[in-house]
């Protein structure tokens, strides 16, 4: 005998609407859950001792810097440090601490405490790629008191002040520092800012997770605490695979999209792009001044002046990018940046002053019985493999042989070039100061790829370095540009930007002063 059911008809509506608001409420419970692709798994993480911009995009939000840069101003701001004195000889900064601030694992933070941090970012046996140069002439770390902190330089620095404002000099708890070390310290960061570090697996994710107790953020930031909770972070390396991430509903927001994926992904009523301009140094080649052929000026300018970069970028890049300009980007530097003067047709006029000609007519120009190769490498992020093949194709009409090698990794990029076999390389690093230029240039300069030996351009950047009267600066970084281009120490191709498609569930996105950095803190789901 089957049992028998009451179907009450007011029962049965109740549980009909019960079920119904359940629902609702469901579907209108907002995530918990960021998802954030990123577009190069760092070869480091730690932001210490490592020198990627994609490092900053989650780890901005990991550590409070001493200072900020306001995003659209450039007007330095208080944060863990309340205000600040440089000494009228420019070699002592004293700063005054906040008293409230405790790092992610409950040890405050405090002078000793950044002096702790300067101390691990110095230390020669820690390698430091980008840190350390940025604090110049740095002699010393002082704890005058408990929460008075000096800085002392062996000469003055004007920059000091850009470089304390990111996240390569954020501050980092002394135990971690201590418990871990310079090798395993990337898997286990702890800082001060409104995220703290759960976990990095390399070449997969990092998560993020809001720190509750946050509540000294400067002034840069919208909100005092974090909206959401968590941050996933993925990686997306293959330029083709981001918008397909987007549209798979895998993320929620990424960068470097590719311009046609961009300006499609723009069109669907889910998605919005966002170009944020990047300042720092454009997709640039050096230009090897001790290698032969290119160690001869008419050389260097026919290759610089045969290129079309106008042509490049159009192609690459449509609208969303702008021709660079010279040795630094358009955007803040436009009124120290010099003209450059292309011209294609001449190239090959060069050349043939520079005694360059097809004697035998094989369409490769040769010299003295040698043929005029070009060795090119290029890096693998920011479209540079594409751009690399057009100039090949360029040089090759001149009647170059080009040998084009991409590298592998920021690594394996130092390695190609170590071995000293190029004509012109590609390299570039992103910031808010044009003594951006300094270890680029000068005659020791780190990352003077060029091989540049040149006196004048030296006392100009260190010249730059030193004043800190912002018109004099303005005039020694104008003449080093003009220097630069003169010299054709580089190729500029155009102006980074960077392309951000989100899709409209997240909101209120906002970046740094130096462009790649979200403030995670002000995220948002919901318009």
């Not at 997306?236 to 311009?259: H, K, M, N, Q, S």
């Not at 961009?262 to 230009?287: C, D, H, K, M």
Request: proline share 7%; aromatic share 10%.
């Amino acid at each position: 005998m089957r049992p028998q059911y009451n179907h009450h008809p007011a029962r049965f509506l109740l549980i009909i609407l019960l079920g119904i608001f359940v629902s609702s409420c469901q579907s209108n419970q907002q995530p918990t859950t960021l998802r954030y692709g990123l577009t190069l798994a760092p070869s480091g993480l730690d932001p210490h001792l490592n020198a990627s911009a994609e490092l900053g995009i989650p780890l901005y939000s990991v550590y409070d810097t001493l200072v900020v840069r306001h995003p659209e101003t450039g007007e330095f701001l208080p944060s863990l440090a309340m205000a600040w004195h440089i000494s009228p000889d420019g070699r002592v900064y004293t700063f005054n601490l906040r008293h409230d601030v405790v790092f992610h694992d409950g040890n405050p933070f405090n002078a000793a405490a950044a002096v702790a941090n300067f101390d691990y970012t110095v230390n020669p046996e820690h390698n430091s790629q980008k840190a350390s140069a940025m604090l110049g002439p740095f002699k010393q770390a002082l704890a005058v008191d408990e929460f008075t902190l000096q800085l002392v330089l062996q000469e003055p620095f004007a920059p000091l002040l850009d470089s304390l404002s990111q996240v390569y000099l954020g501050m980092a708890s002394p135990e971690a520092l201590d418990q871990w070390g310079a090798s395993d310290y990337q898997f286990h960061q702890v800082g001060t800012g409104p995220y703290r570090f759960v976990e990095y697996i390399p070449n997969d994710h990092i998560i993020l997770e809001k720190f509750a107790d946050y509540s000294w953020g400067p002034e840069i930031y919208a909100n005092d605490t974090a909206a959401i909770e968590r941050i996933e972070f993925t990686f997306y390396e293959d330029p083709a695979t981001r918008a397909f991430a987007l549209e798979r509903d895998d993320v929620d927001i990424i960068g470097e999209v590719p311009p046609q994926d961009a300006l499609r992904l723009s069109e669907q009523a889910e998605f919005t792009l966002l170009p944020v301009p990047i300042p720092g140094q454009p997709l640039q080649y050096f230009l090897h001044t001790q290698r032969s052929p290119t160690d001869d000026l008419l050389v260097r300018r026919a290759l610089a002046a045969g290129v079309d970069r106008i042509r490049i970028t159009k192609t690459i890049f449509g609208d969303l990018s702008p021709i660079a300009k010279g040795a630094l980007s358009a955007h803040p530097f436009a009124s120290i940046l010099p003209t450059p003067q292309v011209n294609v047709p001449e190239a090959s006029a060069l050349l043939e002053q520079a005694g360059w000609s097809d004697t035998d007519d094989d369409g490769i120009l040769d010299k003295d019985g040698q043929e005029f190769q070009i060795d090119l490498i290029a890096p693998p992020w920011g479209s540079n493999p594409d751009v690399a093949q057009l100039i090949k194709a360029d040089w090759e009409d001149l009647g170059a042989e080009v040998n084009l090698v991409i590298a592998s990794s920021f690594s394996g990029l130092r390695q190609l070039q170590s071995e000293n076999q190029y004509h012109a390389i590609g390299l570039n690093f992103f910031g808010t100061d044009a003594d951006l230029l300094r270890p680029f240039y000068q005659s020791e300069g780190v990352y003077n790829w060029s091989q540049v030996q040149a006196a004048e351009l030296d006392e100009l950047l260190a010249s730059g370095a030193a004043h800190t009267d912002v018109p004099m600066r303005n005039t020694a970084y104008q003449q080093a540009g003009e220097y630069i281009a003169e010299q054709a120490l580089i190729l500029p191709i155009r102006d980074y930007v960077n392309l951000i498609v989100h899709r409209n569930s997240v909101s209120n996105i906002q970046f740094s002063a130096q462009g790649w950095f979200p403030f995670l803190i002000d995220l948002e789901f919901g318009s």
